[in-house]
């Protein structure tokens, strides 16, 4: 699995870099990388749900329903598994895992 370091180059990726000003909120990019790289099994239980999901016979997968099922499976202490860090999940999918693309809707991004 790719470092946040490593995620920084590649061009569906956010760069990991600070994008907040003194005072303010971090940017959804700098929150997912940092809950990405806290929480590693978080990437991997999406990963095999989704070969589930795509092995039972889906030709479509939601991360959002994805995200529904891990927090019935994840600890209960885990927080911050974001709603919004569902595109960046997805993108980080189909960047690992290239033949997943057309199960996967993306739009594009707005904000960093």
């Known amino acids: ?7 920084a180059h590649h061009s569906a990726l956010p760069v990991a870099r600070p994008s907040f000003r003194a005072g303010s909120r971090p940017a959804l ?4 990388l940092a809950f990405d790289a806290e929480h590693p099994y978080v ?3 999406l990963e095999r749900l989704t070969a589930q999901r795509l092995a039972a016979g889906a030709t479509r997968v939601g991360l959002k329903a ?6 019935w499976q994840l600890p209960a202490g885990v927080r911050g598994l974001n709603n919004n860090f ?11 895992h290239p ?12 904000t960093a």
């Open 86 to 96: 569902t595109a960046l999940y997805a993108r980080k999918l189909i960047e690992d």
């Open 99 to 110: 033949h997943w693309a057309s199960a996967f809707e993306l739009r594009r991004r707005r």
């Open 1 to 7: 699995m790719p470092t946040p370091h490593a995620l």
């Open 66 to 71: 994805l995200f529904e099922d891990l927090r």
């Open 29 to 32: 990019t700098d929150r997912f």
């Open 43 to 45: 990437y991997r239980a």
